[in-house]
């Protein structure tokens, strides 16, 4: 079969083969990035509610004294480093299917372009200006929807273990309870600010170009 029989581009008869291999790889990257994502947080949970039950064993044998105020502090540190290292890595993941998003998104374009009948079985993949899906820009309007995502959920639990340990850390300095609070939660209103500032401007440099500017290489 001559190059003309067989067809260029999208009239290729390997066309749909290849265009269903990339979308199925496509699938195979956001399920393998889901279960990191939701492994990792799995693990940073079990290790921080197995320093609660440590701390609160070891509260009763020491009678709350300085000694569990020093181990808690260092406890709280590792498992402070694991929820950082954590959210970090569950936003770059959110941003590779955020990725694997536009590139599907692209798939299905070419599938319209072979047979455009199927339009109308097709989801509709737009999302309105003002939505946080498929790593569009972070605005205060949708803050509370970015609050519910996983990675929002590592970033409090960071918050209060950095409020936490700051708390920990005047109390061992003899400081008096009303600057324990407020140091406390000035330290996790800060983290939370940080937490949402880095995923902000993560988003921001690593958003996926946007489909429609891609359509033309298809």
Known sequence: MTKHEAGTGLDDPRAVDILTTEHWSLLSTRSVGYEEMFGRTTIFVAILS???????LLAQATHFGRETLLIALLMMTVALFIGLTTFVRCVAINMEDARCIAGMTLVRQAYLRIVPELEPFFLATEQPAQSLAHGRHQRFANLGKSLTTTSSVVATLDSVLAGSMTGDLCVLLNQRLLVVILTGAAVSIGSAILHVSYAAR??????????????RSI
């Not at 197995?50 to 609160?56: E, R, S, T």
């Not at 993560?202 to 359509?215: K, S, V």
């Open 50 to 56: 197995g320093i609660v039950i440590a701390l609160a």
């Open 202 to 215: 993560f988003r921001e440099r690593h958003r996926p170009t946007d489909t429609n500017d891609n359509t």
